[in-house]
C-alpha cells in the first residue's frame, strides 16, 4: 500500500497535486509568467486536470467538480484520482504532496482512496516484478479536512481492499481451502482480529453436511474460519456477524460448468470470504467499536471419484434435508451451514456476501449487488445508503415466499436449485430456510471479479464488499 502522510508543509522540489475548487488562483504555484497564462486558459477551457512541467518536478491541478448528489460527486472525485495515480506513475514518480485546498471534506477523503484503489497491482507471479512495479508509493497530504486518525483509517479500508485483491487474485494452485484459512490468519495477527481454524474432523463433528458434501470430490480438506474482532467497550451486545463463500475454485462438481469460458473465473468464487476477512481487517485496524464475527467455509467443488451427486440427500449442520439436484449449486450448500451455525450467537444481524448466482450478473452486471433480506426496511436502507457512498450499488429483490415454492423437493426438506426463473431470488430463499435472526444477502456475483479494469476496479478481484461493509460497520449503533 501506499505511504500516507500529513504534513503541514509542501515541497517545494518534489512533484505536487494540487485539488482545487475552480475559482480558486493557482498561479501562486507558478514560477513564472507564460505558466500563469497557460492555467487560466486551460482553467477558461474548463480542463479539470493540468499539468505543469516544471522541469524538477511535476505539479498537477485537480478541479473539483460539482455534482447533483454528494456521493455521486465522491465518485467523481474518486475517478478524478485515479487518473492523476496514472500520469504519476507513468511519469515514474514516487513521492507525491498533495495540496488540499478545496472545501469539501467528503471529497478530501475520496481523492486520498481514490489514488490508493487506483495503485493496486498483482504482480507476485511474474518474473520482472520490478520493471512492472508502479513508481508511486508515497503521498504526503496537506489538508484541513482530514487529521492523523482519518488518514489511517483510509490506510486501514485500502489495506482491506488489498489484501481481499490479493486473496481473489491468487489461483487454486497456491490458495486451497487450507492456505485461505492460514493467509486470513495471517491477516488478523497484523490487524489484531483472533481467528479459529475448524479442520475436517471438528467439520465432522459439527455435522456441516453441505460443506462436506461439496468437498467430497476434492483431494483436498475443507476448513471453516471463524475470525473475532472484539474490541474493548463495543457498541454492540451481541455480535454483527458477516459469512463469506469460501469456494476456492468452482468447477461446478459433477454437474461441470461448460468448458466455453464458465469456469475461467472461478477462482474467484471465494470472494465473499475475501470481502469479509478484508472488512474485519479494516474494522480491526482502524479500532471501529464494533463486534463483528467471520464465518469462511472453504473448500474446492470438483468431479472427483468420490463426489456428491445429482439426487443425492445431504443431512445438512441444521438437520434440515436436502435433494441435490446440480452440484454447481453448491455455494448455498457451503453458507447454509454457517448460517446455521450462526444461529449460536444469537446474533443482531447477519450479513452473507458470495458470488452465489450467475443470474444475479445477468440481472444487474458488474455494477451493482442482488441483496434479498429479512431484516426490515431501516436495516436495508442503511446498507444500500453505505452502497451509495462508497459506490458499491446495492439493489434489493423481494424475498416473497412464493419464491421458495420452487424449492419444494418430493424426497427431501428441501432442493438445492429452483427452475430457471428467478434464480438469484431462490438461491436467496434456500439460505433464509437456514436464518432465524435479522439477515442480508449479498450476491456479488457481478462486482466481485472484473474481465477489464474499470478505473479503479483493477481486473481480476475487485476487493468489492470491504469498503461497504466497514462504511456500514462504522456506522453501526451509532
Ligand atoms: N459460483 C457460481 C456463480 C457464479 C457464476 C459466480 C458466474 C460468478 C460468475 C455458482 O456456484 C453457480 O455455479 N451457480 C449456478 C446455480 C445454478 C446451478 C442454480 C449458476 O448460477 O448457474
Ligand atoms: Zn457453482
Ligand atoms: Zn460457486
Redesign the pocket.
Known sequence: MLNLLKTSRVSKSESLIVFADKNADLTVYCSSGPEKSFIKDCIRKKQSQIVINQYNRWIVFVIAEDEKTLFRAKEKTRKQAVKVTAFLNEKKVKKVYLDDIQKNPAKSDAFVEGICLANYQFLKYFGKKKEKENSLISLSIKTKHLNQNEISRITAVCEGVYHARNLVNEPLSFLSAEQLALEVKKMGEEAGYATEIFRKKKIEALKMGGLLAVNRGSIDPPTFSILEYKPENPRNKKPVILVGKG?VF?T?GL?L?PTSGSMD??K??MSGGAAVAGAIYALSKAKVPVHVVGLIPATDNRPGENAYAPQDVITMHDGTTVEVL?T????RMILADALSYAKKYKPELVIDLA?????A?VAVGRNATVAISNAGKKTVDKIKKSGDNVYERIVEFPAWDEYAEQLVSGVADLKN?GNREA?AIT?GKFLQHFTDYPWIHLDI?GPA?LDSSDSYRPKGGTGMGVRLLFDFLSGWKK
Do not use: H, I, P, W
Not at 454447481?328 to 455455494?331: I, P, Q, T
Not at 458470488?355 to 443470474?359: C, E, H, K, S
Open positions: 469456494l468452482d461446478g454437474s460448468k473465473a472461478m474467484s468464487d446440480n454447481d449449486a453448491e455455494g458470488t452465489l448466482t450467475g443470474a450478473v436449485v434464480g438461491a456475483a471479479y
